[in-house]
């Protein structure tokens, strides 16, 4: 049975020792060159970090020794903390004394990013580097480089395991869209269940080669290697620079199974991929987001052999709810049903279920809900609370997480994704979804990506503001024009866009997701600032 997390890798590598774990742009490894690495690793975490749940941080992009070296931590019983390796010096020093850090794994660009810093980590002890160390680094005294190479050739004896399931394997920061980065702590229980629960409804096997192009730092991203590493797949790493690359990948590899979200999904369908063989896909996944009904139909168009699998999820609860592919044409705009090992709940303000078709808060229940934030009792206390079913006589609190986000079910129990509760509209009396504004203006065919917000407004509340990037050369003016006609026509004369705003692009936080608390942020008094100015 598999508890932990280095036991996906020590489980395949009995069945599947000669097949290809992971594959990157620079080699291919198998499952018994994987494993026996992880293995050497694990000794060097070991002597270099005090003790057992040490965290360890792993700032690299997709690369085997970030593979090897969340594994090798899982095997000693430390805490590896995935770092986003776009972030800055500022928001990874963050995470750094948030945590407490003992050792860092990275490369010499990004240790030289983050040199002004290094006085600053007090926790941080050792460096170890995956290619070589430049001696012109500024090197405070209290840190020590140690080398990639020189691990692999670690002797001695290796740990000996005696974690459990329950023990903390992981810290995921979030991408900070309610303020700083908050760590996420998660349970080998919590992955592992997760990879099994994903791999059940995608029917992952062996035969699947799965394409991970999500940083590792997302728990999503994350999931495309666990449910590889899970069934004995191959895990294709994959940095691209350009939306183009995810093609070339598909068609270069084969790829069966492909995870994105959806500002990725929105480059891709607006891209020619008559160039590319994309047949190989037998599914493709989509979470972080609503995906437009138009890009899901331009999805389905390029990839006519494929299973579209629409899926809800959080950090806090790794994954909720997923929408079977054999529903799309019913209710193409549901996130589905629970997934295995979860239970959702859609609840009033007073906490009672809410009846169908009337909004409430999901709140997600099961051994995939997290152990909570990392070093912030009063947050998680807000957002993990006892279980509402369970039974009065259990001492101990069963949890659930509180996501923050408004749902409703239909008649049939298919839940169905409103808003974050935070960032609903309130204008002329009335509360408004931007997700419902957004998937009308996706309508339009030359949109690429759209954002509304609420923008303070002295008649109205808030009025609505939208933002959208095009793949058109048409005039401002123009596209200002077609985008109002557009909901006139479609929606209630209260979502009416009040202005539209044509960007070059929207702004994506580290996880790849459009960053809407930075867009609330900059255009809250929008209306305000425009008026004053005049």
């Known amino acids: 049975m598999i508890n932990l997390v280095h036991q996906l890798i020590e489980d395949s590598v009995k069945h599947y020792p000669d097949k290809l774990a992971l594959i990157t742009n620079k080699k291919s490894t198998t499952y018994q060159e994987l494993n026996t690495n992880v293995e050497q690793i694990s000794r060097g975490l070991q002597r270099y970090t005090t003790g057992r749940h040490a965290r360890i941080g792993i700032y690299l992009h997709k690369t085997e020794e970030a593979v090897i070296s969340m594994l090798g931590t899982s095997r000693c019983q430390r805490i590896f903390v995935p770092i986003n390796p776009i972030l800055k010096s500022a928001q990874v020093s963050h995470i750094i004394n948030d945590c407490d850090i003992e050792l860092l794994i990275t490369n010499k660009a990004r240790l030289m990013a983050l040199e002004t810093m290094l006085t600053q980590l007090p926790s941080l002890k050792f460096i170890i580097l995956i290619d070589d160390f430049d001696s012109k680094i500024a090197l405070p005294a209290s840190i020590q480089i140690v080398t990639w190479s020189s691990l692999l050739v670690e002797q ?5 395991i005696t974690s459990t399931g329950s023990d903390v394997a992981a810290i995921f920061y979030t991408s900070g869209s309610t303020g700083k980065p908050k760590g996420v702590v998660l349970s080998h229980q919590n992955i592992v269940l997760g990879a099994n629960s994903v791999a059940t409804y995608l029917k992952n096997t062996s035969d699947d080669t799965i394409l991970a192009a999500l940083p590792f730092s997302f728990d999503y991203g994350f999931s495309q290697l666990t449910t590889s590493l899970l069934v004995g797949a191959t895990c294709v790493l994959l940095d691209y620079l350009l939306p183009r690359d995810v093609l070339k990948a ?19 369908c607006s891209i020619d991929w008559n160039k590319y063989d994309v047949s190989s896909v037998r599914y493709f996944t989509n979470s972080g987001g609503v995906l437009a009904q138009a890009n899901l139909n331009t999805l389905r168009q390029h990839l006519p052999n494929a299973k579209p699998y629409l899926m809800y999820g959080l950090t806090e609860a790794f994954r909720s709810t997923y929408l079977c592919p ?8 549901s996130i589905g049903k629970a997934i295995p090992n979860a239970e959702i709940l859609v609840l009033d303000s007073n906490g009672n279920e809410c009846p169908a078709n009337q909004p409430g808060e999901l709140v997600h229940l099961g051994p995939l809900v997290s152990l ?16 509402p079913l369970q039974p009065s006589g259990i001492p101990i609190n069963q949890k659930a997480v509180w996501s923050g986000d408004s749902v409703y079910r239909d008649e049939e129990g298919y839940l169905y994704f409103v808003a974050r509760q935070d960032e609903m509209i309130k204008t002329s009396g009335y509360r408004v979804s931007p997700a419902e504004i957004e998937e009308c203006i996706y309508q339009h065919p030359n949109i690429v990506e759209v954002a509304v917000v609420g923008a303070y407004d002295a008649d109205l509340g808030q009025a609505i503001l939208v933002l959208v990037s095009t793949n058109n050369e048409q005039s401002v003016e123009s596209i200002s024009n077609n985008i109002t006609q557009l909901c006139l026509k479609e929606l209630p004369n209260y979502m009416k866009p009040k202005q539209v705003l044509v960007v070059d692009q ?6 790849g997701k459009i960053d809407r608390s930075l867009l609330n942020s900059k255009y809250k008094n929008h209306f305000l600032d425009k008026e004053t100015h005049d």
């Open 372 to 387: 909570g934030y990392w070093n912030d009792i009063k947050r998680t206390e807000i957002r993990f609370k006892p279980s």
């Open 506 to 511: 929207l702004p994506k936080n580290a996880n």
């Open 250 to 268: 598909i068609d270069s590899y084969k790829i069966t199974g492909l995870a994105a979200v959806p500002p990725l999904w929105a480059q891709l």
């Open 326 to 333: 054999e529903q799309i044409d019913h209710r193409p705009t």
């Open 156 to 160: 001695g004896n290796s740990p000996s």
